[in-house]
T-cell receptor
Framework: QKEVEQDPGPLSVPEGAIVSLNCTYS??????FMWYRQYSRKGPELLMY????GNKEDGRFTAQVDKSSKYISLFIRDSQPSDSATYLC??????????FGTGTSLTVIP | KAGVTQTPRYLIKTRGQQVTLSCSPI?????VSWYQQTPGQGLQFLFE???????NKGNFPGRFSGRQFSNSRSEMNVSTLELGDSALYLC???????????FGPGTRLTVT
């Protein structure tokens, strides 16, 4: 079993929809949680970074962490075609080793 | 501020050869990590360097090695290439050991 599980999708939504992306993890030692966006043929780009349970908002993006359930989510409001990309969750545990989900492919249809 | 740069961007090698990839982190960043990305396995951690010392190593064979120089630039080397080494190799830098990572565009390696 992988330490970080992410539904690979693909996910296809109409423009303006609310998108929900999710990851689960098995190791309670994970302390920091991130979401990255990766466009085709590019490196991942950091979107959100949080270290506590609860919600963190940045524009149209909201990251949610539930440590008791070992579950993190990324919500995208008013989705745009430019949001079409692969979204990767990532986590850090003691020792600064990053663990990534396999990514969810999102397409926003105009 | 310039981002993370990686060279070369594309590389084609033959089985059995060796390859060296280079990464220049964001100015001031002392931590550099390397990852292998493939469609089936996603992003897998190779190793992390901080101030010229390898601090973490992922679960890859000894054919994969790396180093970091005093200016924080890093190189990774893969010897005796196998077909399965074909992947996108990503470098990421961060300001501190525990911190946000910023990725370069990657080097796409194809082994034939």
């Amino acid at each position: 079993q992988k330490e970080v599980e992410q539904d690979p999708g693909p996910l296809s939504v109409p423009e303006g929809a609310i998108v929900s992306l999710n990851c689960t993890y098995s190791n309670s030692a994970f302390q920091y949680f991130m979401w990255y966006r990766q466009y085709s043929r590019k490196g991942p780009e950091l979107l959100m970074y949080t270290y506590s349970s609860g919600n963190k908002e940045d524009g149209r993006f909201t990251a949610q962490v539930d440590k008791s359930s070992k579950y993190i989510s990324l919500f995208i409001r008013d989705s745009q075609p430019s949001d079409s990309a692969t979204y990767l969750c990532a986590m850090i545990r003691t020792g600064n080793q990053f663990y990534f989900g396999t990514g969810t492919s999102l397409t926003v249809i105009p | 501020k310039a981002g993370v740069t990686q060279t070369p961007r594309y590389l084609i090698k033959t089985r059995g050869q060796q390859v060296t990839l280079s990464c220049s982190p964001i100015s001031g960043h002392r931590s550099v990590s390397w990852y292998q990305q493939t469609p089936g396995q996603g992003l897998q951690f190779l190793f992390e360097y901080f101030s010229e010392t390898q601090r973490n190593k992922g679960n890859f064979p000894g054919r994969f090695s790396g180093r970091q120089f005093s200016n924080s630039r890093s190189e990774m080397n893969v010897s005796t290439l196998e077909l399965g080494d074909s992947a996108l190799y990503l470098c990421a830098s961060s300001l501190a050991r525990v911190g946000e990572q910023y990725f370069g565009p990657g080097t796409r390696l194809t082994v034939t």
